[in-house]
C-alpha cells in the first residue's frame, strides 16, 4: 500500500474540518432565521428591519421572525447574537451605538473579535443645524461665531454617548471650538428648546429635523456625510465646508456570532444586497431618510473598526465618561 505524503495527509485532513461547515452552510436555512433588535420596536432600526426582513424571508424560503431585544443601551441584544450557534440562524441587526457602547461601558462583547460582519444595511446622515438667532449661515461664519463666544454655545444630544454627542465633539475636536454638552434623553425634549433658542444647536438626523427645516423653525448648516444627502441636495458637507477628516452617519447593519460559515455569510450578504436594490426598498429607505449600502463583508468590516478607532479618539480627547 502507498503511504501518502504529510501535505496529502494534511489537505485531507483540512477537507473534513471544512466538511461540517460545508454541509450546514448548504442546508442553510433549515428553520427559521432569528433577526435579533437590540431596540424596542416601533423605532428606526426596527422599521427598516422588518422592512428588509419580509422580502429576505421570500428569497430564503424561510420564516424570518424580527426579534426586539431591548435594554443595556444595546447590549442585551448584542450578548444573545454572541451567545447563539454560530449557524447564522440567528442575526443581530447592529447600528453606531453597537461599537460606541464597549467604549464606554463594561459590556461582555467585543464587536470585532465575537461577531462576523455580513453588510451594512445603510447610513442615515446627520445634519448641523442652528437655531435661527444664530448669527451664522455657514460653516465658517459658525465656527467664527463659536471661537469669539468660547463656552457661551450649547448644543443638544439625545443623551450621554450617543452619536449626536460624539458627532457634535468631533466637530469640536476638528474645528477647536467650544460649546457645552445638554444632555437629553431624547431628541424630542431637546427640540423643544431648540425651537425656543435655549439651545442654539445639534447634530441630529435630518428625517427627525426635516419638518423644522421645511418651516424655517431652525437652519441647516451642513450635513456630516461625505457626499451630500438626497434629502437635502442644497445643504454642503461639513467637509465642503471646510473641517477635514469629518465623514459621520447613524448606520444599521447585520452580523453573526463569530464563527459562523463563510458560505452563510455570503448568502445573507448576497440576499440583502439585492433586496437593498430594488424599488420598494429605494422608497422605504428614502422615507425613513436612510441610504442603502449593501456593502461587502469585508467592507463592513473594515467600516466597524475605522468607527471603533474614530471614536475611541474622540471620547479620549473630549475626555468623555459613562453617565
Known amino acids: 500500500m502507498k503511504t501518502l505524503s504529510i501535505a496529502a495527509l ?12 460545508n454541509t450546514a452552510a448548504l442546508k442553510y436555512p433549515d428553520k427559521p432565521v432569528r433577526l435579533v433588535v437590540p431596540l424596542a420596536a416601533g ?22 421572525v424580527v426579534d426586539n431585544r431591548p435594554g443595556g443601551g444595546g447590549a442585551i441584544g448584542a450578548e444573545i447574537t454572541k451567545d447563539a450557534p454560530k449557524d447564522g440562524h440567528t442575526l443581530l441587526m447592529g447600528s453606531a451605538t453597537f461599537t460606541i457602547h464597549p467604549l464606554l461601558y463594561p459590556a461582555r462583547y467585543s464587536p470585532v473579535r465575537d461577531y462576523a460582519t455580513i453588510t451594512q444595511v445603510t447610513r442615515q446622515p446627520y445634519v448641523l443645524m442652528v437655531h435661527p ?60 428648546d431648540m425651537l425656543s433658542g435655549r439651545i442654539q444647536t445639534s447634530f441630529p438626523s435630518i428625517i427627525s ?10 437652519r441647516a448648516i451642513a450635513v456630516s456625510s461625505a457626499q451630500r444627502a438626497a434629502t437635502l441636495p442644497e445643504i454642503p458637507t461639513v467637509q465642503e465646508s471646510g473641517v477635514p477628516d469629518f465623514d459621520v452617519s447613524n448606520w444599521y447593519g447585520l452580523f453573526a456570532p463569530a464563527g459562523t460559515p463563510r458560505a452563510v455569510i455570503d448568502r445573507v450578504h448576497r440576499e440583502v444586497s439585492e433586496i437593498l436594490k430594488t424599488p420598494d426598498m429605494l422608497k422605504r429607505m428614502a422615507a425613513d431618510g436612510s441610504e442603502p449600502v449593501g456593502s461587502t463583508p469585508a467592507g463592513f468590516a473594515a467600516h466597524v473598526k475605522a468607527e471603533i478607532a474614530r471614536w475611541s479618539e474622540v471620547i479620549k480627547k473630549s475626555n468623555i465618561k459613562a453617565d
Not at 450649547?154 to 460649546?179: D, P, W
Not at 427645516?213 to 431652525?218: E, F, N, S
Open 10 to 21: 494534511s489537505l485531507l485532513a483540512g477537507a473534513a474540518a471544512a466538511q461540517p461547515a
Open 43 to 64: 423605532g428606526g432600526m426596527d422599521t427598516v428591519t422588518r422592512a428588509v426582513a419580509s422580502p429576505l424571508a421570500e428569497r430564503l424560503a424561510q420564516t424570518v
Open 133 to 192: 438667532s444664530v448669527p451664522a449661515k455657514t460653516v465658517r461664519e459658525l465656527v467664527a461665531h463659536l471661537k469669539a463666544n468660547p463656552d457661551k454655545f450649547q448644543y443638544a444630544s439625545s443623551g450621554q454617548g450617543s452619536l449626536i454627542h460624539l458627532s457634535t465633539e468631533l466637530f469640536k475636536v476638528r474645528t477647536g471650538t467650544q460649546m457645552v454638552h445638554v444632555p437629553y434623553k431624547g431628541m424630542g425634549a431637546a427640540y423643544t
Open 209 to 218: 429635523v426635516l419638518p423644522h427645516l421645511k418651516t424655517g423653525k431652525l
